[in-house]
């Protein structure tokens, strides 16, 4: 096993348009977890897809370690990469039983007997599923298909494994499970892994660093917590996590993280100002205080365990903010910010 890594790569379609994807350098390391995020049609696929060798770059170069995987005038095929990519349909076989489906790459190379099953044995309890050999596809869960498939991808050994959106079509409570079985399958394997959504939760919850892409574009890639906290630019911190970005006259020199002293400063001047800047407030940054900003209460969205608001500033601008207590539109509700980002 190795480091990935993709440099400057772009993929052209010939099909006149935009490029797919742009100049994108990326490093996974061995062992790693990289999410890559980003809205639908920004290129994530087609990343995935040259990594795995379906495509090939137009630009750059993509290697595993020190092997040359892909440039534009080399290609590795498939086969050579050792990489197994898991979609979002389980594709496995009917009328053969999980062990058989999960087998059936080794077949493919030839290998059986007691290397065959002990392999088999191996992919299925990393997926917990040792106790479901016998059964057929169809008698298992949504969930337990999906740990099929995992498993079934697993058993090559593989040095990177490829997903995309493999939990795009579930419902809410089986991606929550879904996204434990997937961090213990990282875990449990220590393969190396891409992972493919365009859902921040997803993403947020499930990787090492994330990779958020626009528009075929690498904007950031960080650590989740980094992400959130510091995202760059305003695409960025309107993708992940909640908050409101806010439109703010903020002297030259100020630090990127803006304290509530500084905020009020900067809101009691903003009419004399000219230069404005993008401002990131969390909601949870928002807190209610008789002396704060007096806002009005736009609408209010019960969530079970708060309340979450949506507040009119006196210059007509949107925060967002949670509450415990129970507030109405049209409230006059005063807060202070404890923290705010410029992006
Ligand atoms: P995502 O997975 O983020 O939704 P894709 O990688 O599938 O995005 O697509 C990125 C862009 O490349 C889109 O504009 C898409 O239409 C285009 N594209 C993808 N595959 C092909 C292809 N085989 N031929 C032409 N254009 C393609
Ligand atoms: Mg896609």
């Not at 921040?200 to 992400?227: F, H, K, N, T, Y």
């Not at 109405?328 to 705010?340: C, F, H, L, Q």
Request: with cysteine; aromatic share 6%.
């Amino acid at each position: 096993m190795a480091k990935l890594i993709l440099n400057h790569v772009s993929k052209d379609f010939g099909t006149g348009g935009r490029l797919a994807v742009k100049a994108l350098s990326l490093e996974v390391r061995e062992g790693g977890f990289l999410a890559l995020l980003g809205p639908s049609g920004c290129g994530k696929t087609t990343v995935l897809r040259m990594i795995a060798g379906f495509e090939q770059p137009t630009d750059g170069s993509i290697h595993l370690g020190e092997r040359l995987l892909a440039d534009a005038a080399n290609m590795l095929p498939p086969e050579r990469r050792n990489m197994a990519m898991v979609f979002q349909s389980y594709a496995l076989w009917p009328h053969m039983n999980v062990a058989d489906n999960v087998g059936y790459p080794l077949k493919v190379r030839g290998i059986s007997g007691e290397r065959y099953r002990q392999k088999v044995h191996e992919a299925l309890s990393t997926v917990r599923l040792e106790d479901y050999a016998e059964r057929r596809p169809a008698d298992l869960s949504g969930g337990q298909r999906q740990r099929v498939a995992l498993a079934r991808c697993l058993v090559t050994s593989p040095d990177v494994v490829l997903l995309d959106e493999p939990l795009a079509n579930l419902d809410r409570h089986l991606k929550k499970e879904m996204e434990e079985t997937f961090r213990e399958f990282h875990q449990r394997s220590g393969a190396t892994m891409v992972y493919v959504t365009h859902d921040q939760s997803e993403a947020m919850a499930l990787a090492s660093d994330v990779a958020v892409m626009s528009e075929g574009r690498l904007l950031q890639v960080a650590a989740p917590a980094d992400i959130y906290a510091r995202p760059e630019g305003r695409l960025v911190g309107g993708l992940v996590g909640q908050g409101a970005i806010l439109s703010l006259a903020i002297p030259d020199g100020k630090p990127r993280l803006i304290d509530w002293s500084a905020l009020k400063t900067i809101w009691r001047e903003q009419g004399s100002k000219t230069a404005y800047a993008d401002i990131l407030v969390r909601p949870e940054d928002v807190v209610a205080d008789a002396d704060g900003i007096s806002c009005r209460v736009d609408s209010v969205l019960y969530e079970g365990e708060r309340y979450a608001l949506k507040l009119s500033l006196p210059d007509g601008q949107i925060l967002r903010a949670y509450s415990r207590e129970t507030v109405k539109p049209g409230d006059v509700y005063p807060v202070a910010v404890r923290t705010a980002w410029r992006l």
